[in-house]
């Protein structure tokens, strides 16, 4: 999901969604500065590397606002990264990356099995 400046221009147009300062507070009040996604390194939490999205999913787990987190990136459909504990993409939860190239025979039986 992309956002043009225009949008974010018009009355209303976000109030259904869930804004991080919601869910981490702000570096003023600083609520946020003990949470794992703000004292660990950011790139961690959009990485592509299997480990590192491990990594960035444990660090998560522990959190005191984790559903928060993941309420509030469903409700904006991240585009990336990992949010509440969970692996976004193009907006939704997925359970992990997908390497470049042509699908695995497993991956193709089972969206065929999906769609049936």
């Known amino acids: 999901m992309s956002v043009l400046f225009s949008e974010l221009l018009v009355p ?4 259904e969604k869930i ?9 003023s009040d600083g609520s946020s500065c003990n949470l794992p ?5 950011p790139e961690l939490f959009f990485s592509e ?25 469903i409700s904006r459909a991240e585009p990336a990264g990992v949010w509440g504990g969970e692996l976004f993409e193009d907006g939704r939860v997925i359970a992990k990356k997908r390497k470049a190239g042509r699908p ?12 049936a």
């Open 12 to 15: 209303g147009w976000a109030d």
């Open 19 to 27: 804004g991080l300062d919601a869910v981490t507070g702000t570096y």
């Open 37 to 41: 996604c703000h004292t660990a390194d």
């Open 49 to 73: 590397a299997d480990l590192a999205i491990a990594e960035a999913k444990s660090l998560c787990g522990g959190c005191p606002v984790r559903a928060q987190c993941l309420e509030g990136a």
């Open 104 to 115: 695995s025979l497993s991956e193709v039986a089972a969206r065929e099995e999906e769609a």
